[in-house]
């Protein structure tokens, strides 16, 4: 038997989102019959990760997506990811992205209204309405990653929504389960 997630998508991949008028009746391709399964929402915790940055030319599209689709925004500084220059002659980049932190998270522990609660599998999500502005997730972030918007006077923090990923034309970030 098959297991097929609520969006469509087969678990073994061989049919493709869209595909079906009901995701939850499936031919089995081992046999004639027809199996129907009802399958919940299944949330598998994923989080970005940094994979190949020697193939970044610095196009900045993941920055871009990032600030387009979660800020609706076409500013890189709305961005919860940064690329730069990694400083040295090579003309390499780097990125600066939530490492998804487990246990103790830093940005949540400064915060003192309890606006970062922790995420399924690691990182933070902001509460907007606790959050007053005062930028200590900022500072207590070790990795740099937590953003500052001075127009909202809120936060950037990473979702892990993985649209930066899918918008990278070459592979350097994707997203891994937590």
């Keep these: 038997m098959k297991l097929i997630f609520k969006t469509g998508v087969l678990a073994s991949g061989l049919l493709k989102q869209g595909s079906l008028s009901n995701p939850e009746a499936i031919q089995s391709r081992e046999s004639k019959y027809l199996i129907t399964l009802e399958i919940g929402v299944l949330n598998i915790a994923k989080i970005l990760k940094i994979k190949e940055m020697r193939r970044c030319i610095g196009c900045f ?73 005062c930028r200590n997730c900022v500072a207590a972030c070790t990795f740099g990653a937590v953003n500052f918007d001075s127009t909202t006077n809120k936060p950037i923090i990473c979702k892990h929504c993985g649209v930066c990923a899918q918008f990278c034309t070459h592979g350097c970030l994707e997203m891994e389960e937590a």
């Excluded at 980049?93 to 309890?114: D, F, H």
């Excluded at 970062?116 to 606790?130: F, I, N, S, W």
């Design 61 to 133: 599209s993941c920055m871009t997506s990032c600030a387009v689709v979660n800020r609706h925004n076409h500013s890189l500084a709305k961005s919860a990811v940064r690329i730069m220059t990694a400083g040295d002659l090579s003309g390499r980049m780097a990125a600066i992205v939530c490492v998804g932190c487990t246990g103790i998270r830093a940005c949540a522990e400064a915060c003192p209204y309890g606006a970062l609660a922790d995420r399924e599998g690691g990182g933070v999500t902001l509460l907007p309405d606790k959050c007053t502005g």
